[in-house]
């Protein structure tokens, strides 16, 4: 433990937004010290992505993050993107491969990514202290921060928070950082977790556990109007998958989704086509070749479809049967909350920062980087490339 008790910038937060922050204050000359609660470093870097860490998106942009402000993030995105942070990493010798959407995976190990971090903070000078609680943070009338700790007294003249969000509480996850910004007067835009799969009410959970386990390509929508097309997934709880993740987001509780199960396909024309070429076929035996048989099924056990043979539908029974496959309305009950979800909505009002630097307006020496914020990215390494843009840009200036 350093016995140094003046510091030129406190971070607290050692996870991907705090020590990126720190290497770059570090390389300025500043003296850095990173305090953390837990016992490792970059916790919840370790287990994301399966353990390989999906560490950037290579079409990285300001469109791809929910935010009350959906300006606030242009500036830094721009000046520190996903191809400086995939130069840091091929610098390190880090290899990667590229999956679908542009998602950037170590081919290793998410220890990679940490490594190439710790690294950096060494090679700048940073000291690192973890296993400690802050029980108090002031601000004396001389200027800087004073923090109490379970391990003494610091003070500095930048503190900077990068606290994470709420999900993944067993990794240590708390809403401190929130309650930092509200002791300085800061608003906090309301929390709830996002990127998280749905739960559903009772009797549709009873009728679709039996699926749990099928997937199928899909597209979601939003009541907002925000849709995504990616893979669905039933499970015995409800619904995941990445589209369910991602359209998570940006829905409400109380709001239906509306899922079209034949994305991009002319579901009318199609339907039209199999009544002139199969017309003695029922329908669940030509939608079974489309779709998973168990599922065509539930829908018409359900009396969402109904099955004859094709000849026997008319133009407006046809129509309402591609109603329901473009448009396939569910009422979710909710969310499986912070247990599982990816990252945190809501969070310090982004209205109270600066963009260009992170710092708080009304609070000189104060800044909040990564999740803590009211910025959240869509699934497929946006939450870690605006840990890095976030952090590299409050280094440039803490």
Known sequence: MSQQTQWDVI?????????????????????????????????????????????TNLYAGPQNFVCQNPHFTKSALARYSQRDFIELVERHGVEYEEREHGQLFCTDSAKEIVRVLLTECEWAGVTLQLATEIVNVSRPAEGGFALQTSRGALSC???????????MPKLGATPYGYRLAEQFGLKVVATHAGLVPFTLHLADKEAFAELSGISLPAEVAAEDGTRFREALLFTHRGLSGPVILQ???????????????????????LLQQWQSEHPA?????????????????????????????????????????????????????GTEGYRTAEVTL????????????????????????????????????????????????????A
């Open 346 to 397: 809501g969070g310090v009002d982004t209205d109270e920062l600066s963009s260009k630097t992170m710092e708080a307006k009304q609070v000189p020496g104060l800044y909040f980087i990564g999740e803590v914020m009211d910025v959240s990215g869509h699934l497929g390494g946006f939450n870690f490339q605006w840990a890095w843009s976030s952090g590299w840009v409050a280094g440039q200036f």
């Open 247 to 269: 359209i998570s987001s940006y829905w409400r509780a109380g709001q239906t989704i509306r899922i079209n199960l034949l994305p991009g396909r002319d579901i009318p024309a």
């Open 157 to 167: 003249h930048s503190l900077v928070v990068a606290t994470g969000g709420l999900s």
């Open 11 to 55: 971070i607290i937060g050692a996870g991907a937004a705090g020590l990126m922050c720190a290497a770059q204050a570090a390389y300025r000359g500043r003296q850095v010290l990173v305090l953390d609660n837990a016992k490792k470093p970059g916790r919840k870097i370790l287990i994301s992505g399966g353990g390989r860490c999906n560490f």
């Open 281 to 333: 076929q029922e329908l669940k035996t030509v939608l079974g070749r489309e779709l998973p048989k168990r599922l065509v099924e539930k829908l018409i056990e359900r009396g969402e479809l109904h099955s004859k043979p094709l000849r026997q539908y008319t133009p407006k029974e046809l129509a309402a049967v591609a109603d329901v496959l473009a448009g396939w309305s569910l009422l979710p009950n």
